[in-house]
Nanobody
Framework: QVQLVESGGGSVQSGGSLRLSCAASGYTYSNYCLGWFRQAPGKEREGIATLDSRDSTSLADSVKGRFTLSRDNAKNRVYLQMNRLKPEDTAMYYC?????????????????????WGQGTQVTVSS
């Protein structure tokens, strides 16, 4: 059974850093696309980072230059390192995956193609 569990969220002041972790189980996660999304109160969910089976990554313009993706295959984890955090980064952060796509960097994979989601981890950035 595919399961994704996010962790690492918390409260931090503007300019600070956090590292989110997405622990994947129940499938060979490195063979498929994995995305990070976030949703702020009253706003639509936004895709911010993608990692595919080629280890190709993409980042949304809103986080490019501040966030980076990495993976640890020994631990079945994908990390989202978030630096220079801003109050507008405050949101619930989710990782998601799909078993239907292995390549998803280039044209972005639509959100509706991700069919397994974690429960989310809250990030709050104060000014």
């Amino acid at each position: 059974q595919v399961q994704l569990v996010e962790s690492g969220g918390g409260s931090v002041q503007s300019g600070g850093s956090l590292r989110l972790s997405c622990a994947a189980s129940g499938y060979t996660y490195s063979n498929y696309c994995l995305g990070w999304f976030r949703q702020a109160p009253g706003k639509e969910r936004e895709g911010i980072a993608t990692l595919d089976s080629r280890d190709s990554t993409s980042l949304a313009d809103s986080v490019k230059g501040r966030f980076t993706l990495s993976r640890d295959n020994a631990k079945n984890r994908v990390y989202l390192q978030m630096n220079r955090l801003k109050p507008e980064d405050t949101a619930m952060y989710y990782c998601a995956t799909t078993l239907d796509y292995r390549i998803c960097v280039g044209p972005p994979l639509p959100e509706y193609e991700y069919n397994y989601w974690g429960q989310g981890t809250q990030v709050t950035v104060s000014s």
